[in-house]
């Protein structure tokens, strides 16, 4: 079916700690994906996104790299700061139907 | 500003009294859509819309109706509330371009609790 697994949370960080939230996706057709940020009482933001296998997106230093033979599009920053305590979903796009992860909550303390 | 706006923001409600939530994008996007967000569950489509007059359902459909008069406007309607429709809600547009690649831009949540 069409899915979309992201690695569960809460994550709670050091500032300047690695950050990875991986997110894998059930491989239906050529889907784009996406990671989308949401802050408190905000709607989602577009964080990065790729359109095809290889693609890497990048964004406030935050990078993902679309990976067709693991079907894995994994979040990744070096260095987090408080700023980044947020709500990051993954996400795919197959025609007109989008699908989201369940969420992974970040907090990062100083 | 490029924005989508959904009106009401927050919404307390009784089962079986009709409610409409409204969005509107300035955006000139072709493509709607309506999300709900659950603990645990992420955001899961209940209806989109690729044009004026052309709406399909989503994952979630259950309970809910849409229209698309206007492709500025894409309402939704839940014609009879039930406590299992308590959720945050949120309205998307996006461009209609092929290949899938455009994002989806959304509008600020409407938290809706039928009681």
């Known amino acids: 079916g069409n899915s979309v697994t992201q690695m569960e949370g809460p994550v709670t960080l050091s500032e300047e700690a690695f950050l990875t939230i991986n997110c894998t996706y059930t491989?239906?057709?050529?889907?784009?994906l996406f990671w989308y940020v949401q802050y408190p009482g905000e709607g989602l933001q577009l964080l990065l996104k790729?359109?095809?296998?290889?693609d890497k997106g990048s964004n406030k230093g935050f990078e993902a790299t679309y990976r067709k033979e693991t079907t894995s599009f994994h979040l990744e920053k070096g260095s987090v700061q408080v700023s980044d305590s947020a709500v990051y979903f993954c996400?795919?796009?197959?025609?007109?139907?989008?699908?989201f992860g369940t969420g992974t909550s970040l907090t990062v303390i100083p | 500003e490029a924005q989508v706006t959904q009106n009401p923001r927050y919404l307390i409600t009784v089962t079986g009294k009709k409610l409409t939530v409204t969005c509107s994008q300035n955006?000139?996007?072709?493509?709607m859509s309506w999300y709900r967000q659950d603990p645990g569950l992420g955001l899961r489509q209940i209806y989109y819309?690729?044009?004026?007059?052309?709406?399909d359902k989503g994952d979630v459909p259950e309970g809910y109706k849409v229209s698309r008069k206007e492709k500025r406007n894409f309402p939704l309607i839940l014609e009879s509330p039930s406590p299992n429709q308590t959720s945050l809600y949120f309205c998307?547009?996006?461009?209609?371009?092929?290949?899938?690649?455009?994002?989806?831009?959304f509008g600020e949540g409407s938290r809706l609790t039928v009681l």
């Open positions: 491989a239906t057709g050529y889907p784009s």
């Open positions: 790729a359109t095809k296998a290889d």
């Open positions: 819309s690729m044009n004026v007059e052309v709406t």
């Open positions: 955006m000139n996007h072709e493509y």
């Open positions: 998307a547009s996006r461009i209609l371009q092929g290949a899938g690649t455009g994002e989806l831009f």
């Open positions: 996400s795919k796009n197959t025609g007109n139907q989008f699908y």
